[in-house]
C-alpha cells in the first residue's frame, strides 16, 4: 500500500473498532469490545513505534512518543476505550494533515505532472514521436494544439499563442512571433508551430522549474526543524505535570488524561501546512521557491540588492545613434560591432546585433572572441581587432579625449547607456543606447520597503552618472555603480553581517552575487537557466513587483505558523493543567485535543489565500493592452515634442513656424482627443478599482494643465505667424519644455497606474 494512504487506512480501521465494540457493548458483550479497542490501539502504537524508531536512528525525536506512552498507559490502565478513542484521533489527524498537505502542494504537484515526456520530431517530413530525452539541440519538432512546449528552442512558424498561465499565473495568452525564443513548460493555444531545439530537455527551463518544484515538496524548512526542537521540551514538561498530577491525587487516571491532551502537538502540524502553503501560494502566483529554508529566509530580509540592466530597467534595450571619431563611418562601424556582439548574451550585445542585422543583409562570423564579464567584448571581425565595452576598455589611452569626453556628458544627460568601440586598437566610435525604467519598479520598490525593506542598493558595472539617474527615477537609497561580477559579490557578502540579504539578477553576471546573498532572485524567462541555477526564488513572470509579492507571502506564512505554534502550545498547555486538576477526564480530553488540532490545521491553510489586506478588482487584460497601444501610438507625438523642446529656439524663424504649426495640428487632432477620452471614459470606470474619495484628482489636474498648454501653443503659434517680434522662439520653447516634462511625467504615471491595477 502506498506510504501516502496509510494514514486513511489507519483512520478507516480504527472507526470501525471503535464503532464495533461499541455495538457489541450496546448487546450485552462485555469482554469482545476490550479486544476489539485493545487491538486497534495497538496496531496504531505498532506503527507508531516503527516511525519512532526509524527518526531515533536518524538522530531525531519528535512528540510522536507522548502519543504512545498515551496508548501504551491506557492500555497498562486497563483503559481499551480510552485507547482507541486516543487511536482514533491520532488516525483522524495524521489522516487530516496528510489531505491538507496535498492540497498545499498542489500547485507544486501541477508543475511536475504536466511535464511533457515526449516530443514530436520532424525527419523529411514525417513526426515521429521521440522520448523528451532524445530530442537534441538542431532538431526540429512539432507542438500541437494542446501540447506543452517540451524544450527551449526558437520559433520557426510566423507565430504562436502560448497559454503560460500554468508557469506565471497570468491567464491571458502571448502571441510570440517568428524568430522568438521560446521556454518550454507553456501550452500551445492556438495552431500547430514548428521549433528548432536550442537546449537538451534536462537543460531546458522547464526541466529546471521541474527540479526546483521537487526540492520545494521535499524540503524541511528551518522553522519546521526549530519547531521539532521546541518539541522535545514538551515530553519532559508533559511527564512533569502528569508525574504531578499522579503524585498529587494518587489517581493515575489524571496522568493518563495529561498525557492524552499533550497528543499530538499542534506545534508540528501547523508549521510544515503553513509553510508549504506559502510556497505553493507563491508557485500559483508565477514565483518559484526552492525550499522552505528559503522561504523562511526570504520573510526576515531586510537589505535588497538590485542590478540595474534587466532588473530595475526593461533589458530590451534599443540602439538610439552611432557616434564615430574617426575614418570609418557609422554604418560599417555598426556593422563590426553587431558582428561581434553575436557572440554574447547579454541584453545589450543582442541589442547591438539586432540594430546592426536591420541595416545589413548578413553580419560576419566573429573569432577568438573573449567576454570581460562587466567590461566588454573582444574579438576578430573580418580580420580586424574590434573591441566593444567601456571605455577603460576599449580604449584607456584615450579616456581623457575631448571627444570621449563628449560623448559620457551627452550620455549623462540623456540618461542613456553607451558601448565604446575601438578598432585595431583604435578608439573609432559608440554606440549610444536606451533601456527604460521598468514601468512597476518605482511601486515594486515602495512595496518592499512596506514590507520590511529598510535599504535598497542597486550594484551595476554602468557609470555612476547613468546609473545614478535611473536610481533617482526608480527610489534607489545607494547606488554603486562601475562594479566587476567580483565587487558585487564582495558587497553582498559584507551586507550579510548586516542582516538578511536579497540580491535581485537576471543575467549569466549575476549569479555569483545571487549565491552569496541570504536569498537570490532570479528575474524573468530565463529563471531556470543562467542566473537561477544560483538562486532560491525564480520568478516566471518578468516584473519586479512579483519579488515585493513574494516577500508578502513568506512573511504571512511565517505568521501563520508562528500563530498556529503559540496558539496550539497554549491551549494545549492549558488543557493539560485542567487535566491535571481532575476537571477533564482522558476520553473528553482526546476529543478536544482533535479539536485543537483541526483547528490549528485549518488555520495554517490560510496561508493559501492572499488574504484579508490584498488588493482585488483586476482591470480586464484587453482594455489595459488597449491602453498600452493607445500610449505606444502617440509616442511619436511624444517624441516630436521632445525634439521641439530642444532645438526649436535654433530654427530658422521659417522653419520655426511651420514645425510649431505642425505639431499644434498633431496634438489637437491626436493628443488632445485622447487626454479627453480618458477624463470622459477611462477615469470614471478606474475609480472602482482605487481607494479614496477622489484618486485621479492629480492625474486629472495634469490633464487640464496639458489641454491649457496646447491651448496656449496654439495662440503662440497664430502670434508669431501674424508678427515674429510680438513673441521669441525662446519664450514658445520655454512652453515647449514645460509641456514636454508635463507629457512624460503623466505617460509614466498613467503606466504605472494601469500596469499595476492588471497586475492584481
Not at 622 to 646: C, F, I, N
Amino acid at each position: 500500500m502506498p506510504k501516502g494512504w496509510l494514514d486513511p487506512a489507519l483512520l478507516g480501521f480504527t472507526i470501525i473498532a471503535l464503532l464495533a465494540g461499541l455495538g457489541l457493548r450496546w448487546l450485552g458483550h462485555a469482554s469482545i469490545p476490550d479486544y476489539l479497542w485493545s487491538g486497534s490501539a495497538l496496531v496504531v502504537a505498532a506503527v507508531l513505534a516503527v516511525e519512532i524508531v526509524v527518526r531515533l536512528l536518524r538522530r531525531e525525536v519528535g512528540v510522536d512518543l507522548i502519543a504512545l506512552i498515551s496508548i501504551a498507559g491506557a492500555l497498562w490502565l486497563g483503559q481499551a476505550l480510552v485507547a482507541s478513542v486516543v487511536a482514533v484521533m491520532l488516525a483522524s489527524g495524521r489522516t487530516l494533515e496528510y489531505f491538507t498537505s496535498q492540497r498545499a502542494e498542489r500547485e507544486l504537484q501541477r508543475l511536475i505532472n504536466r511535464a511533457p515526456r515526449f516530443a514530436w520530431r520532424l525527419e523529411n517530413g514525417d513526426l515521429v514521436q521521440t522520448p523528451i530525452d532524445q530530442v537534441r539541440p538542431g532538431n526540429h519538432i512539432l507542438v500541437r494544439m494542446g501540447e506543452v512546449v517540451p524544450v527551449d528552442g526558437t520559433l520557426m512558424s510566423p507565430s504562436a499563442t502560448l497559454d503560460e498561465s500554468a508557469l506565471t499565473g497570468e491567464p491571458i495568452p502571448v502571441t510570440r512571433l517568428a524568430g522568438a525564443a521560446l521556454r518550454s513548460g507553456g501550452v500551445n493555444a492556438g495552431s500547430p508551430f514548428e521549433l528548432d531545439v536550442s537546449q537538451m530537455a534536462e537543460q531546458s527551463t522547464y526541466a529546471g522549474i521541474v527540479r526546483m518544484a521537487e526540492a520545494a515538496r521535499q524540503s524541511r524548512a528551518p522553522f519546521v526543524r526549530l519547531a521539532d526542537q521546541y518539541a522535545l521540551t514538551l515530553i519532559p514538561l508533559t511527564l512533569l505535570i502528569a508525574g504531578l498530577a499522579w503524585l498529587v491525587s494518587n489517581d493515575p487516571i489524571r496522568a493518563l488524561a495529561v498525557v492524552v491532551v499533550a497528543t499530538p502537538c499542534p506545534l508540528i502540524l501547523a508549521v510544515p501546512i503553513a509553510i508549504m502553503s506559502g510556497i505553493s501560494r507563491c508557485a500559483h502566483r508565477g514565483i518559484l521557491v526552492k525550499d522552505g529554508a528559503t522561504l523562511e529566509a526570504l520573510a526576515g530580509a531586510e537589505l535588497l540588492f538590485l542590478d540595474k540592466t534587466g532588473t530595475l530597467t526593461t533589458g530590451h534595450a534599443t540602439v538610439q545613434s552611432i557616434e564615430h571619431c574617426g575614418e570609418l563611418p557609422p554604418e560599417q562601424l555598426l556593422f563590426l560591432a553587431g558582428s561581434l556582439a553575436q557572440a554574447s548574451p547579454h541584453p545589450i550585445s543582442a541589442a547591438i546585433a539586432t540594430a546592426a542585422r536591420r541595416d545589413n543583409a548578413s553580419l560576419a562570423t566573429p573569432t577568438q572572441v573573449e567576454e570581460s564579464p562587466g567590461a566588454g567584448l573582444r574579438g576578430q571581425v573580418e580580420g580586424r581587432e574590434v573591441m566593444i565595452g567601456t571605455l577603460e576598455f576599449t580604449a584607456p589611452a584615450q579616456r581623457d579625449g575631448a571627444w570621449a569626453a563628449s560623448v559620457l556628458r551627452r550620455m549623462d544627460y540623456q540618461a542613456c547607456g553607451g558601448s565604446f568601440i575601438s578598432v585595431q586598437g583604435t578608439l573609432a566610435g559608440a554606440v549610444l543606447f536606451a533601456d527604460r525604467l521598468r514601468v512597476e519598479s518605482p511601486q515594486a520598490l515602495r512595496r518592499l520597503k512596506q514590507a520590511g525593506i529598510r535599504k535598497v542598493v542597486m550594484l551595476t558595472g554602468d557609470r555612476l552618472e547613468t546609473a545614478q539617474m535611473i536610481g533617482l527615477a526608480a527610489g534607489i537609497d545607494e547606488v554603486r555603480a562601475g562594479l566587476r561580477p567580483e565587487e558585487k559579490v564582495a558587497a553582498v557578502q559584507r551586507a550579510c553581517a548586516e542582516g538578511k540579504t536579497l540580491m535581485v539578477g537576471d543575467g549569466v553576471n549575476d549569479a555569483p552575487a545571487l549565491a552569496a546573498a541570504h536569498v537570490g532572485i532570479a528575474l524573468g524567462a530565463s529563471g531556470a537557466t543562467a542566473s537561477s541555477e544560483a538562486a532560491g526564488v525564480v520568478l516566471l513572470v518578468d516584473r519586479l513587483d512579483r519579488v515585493a509579492e513574494a516577500l508578502d507571502i513568506a512573511k504571512r506564512s511565517r505568521a501563520i505558523a508562528k500563530q498556529g505554534v503559540l496558539v496550539g502550545m497554549g491551549l494545549s498547555l492549558l488543557a493539560m493543567l485542567v487535566a491535571a486538576l481532575g476537571y477533564l477526564p482522558p476520553i473528553s480530553g482526546a476529543i478536544l485535543q482533535e479539536v485543537i488540532d483541526v483547528a490549528v490545521i485549518f488555520n495554517a491553510l490560510r496561508a493559501l489565500g492572499a488574504g484579508f489586506g490584498s488588493r482585488s478588482g483586476k482591470m480586464q487584460g484587453a482594455r489595459v493592452d488597449q491602453l498600452g497601444a493607445e500610449h505606444d501610438d502617440l509616442a511619436s507625438v511624444l517624441e516630436k515634442v521632445s525634439l521641439m523642446a530642444t532645438n526649436f529656439a535654433r530654427y530658422p524663424a521659417e522653419q520655426a513656424r511651420d514645425e510649431l504649426g505642425g505639431l499644434v495640428a498633431l496634438l489637437e487632432q491626436k493628443l488632445v482627443p485622447h487626454e479627453q477620452n480618458d477624463e470622459a471614459e477611462l477615469y470614471p470606470s478606474l475609480i472602482a478599482h482605487l481607494k479614496g474619495e477622489d484618486p485621479l484628482a492629480a492625474l486629472s489636474h495634469t490633464h487640464r494643465e496639458i489641454f491649457r498648454l496646447v491651448k496656449l501653443l496654439g495662440r503662440m503659434h497664430k502670434d508669431f505667424s501674424v508678427d515674429r517680434t510680438a513673441i521669441s522662439q525662446e519664450e514658445i520653447q520655454v512652453t515647449l519644455i514645460r509641456l514636454d516634462t508635463l507629457l512624460h511625467l503623466h505617460f509614466d504615471q498613467e503606466d504605472e497606474l494601469y500596469h499595476n491595477l492588471d497586475s492584481r
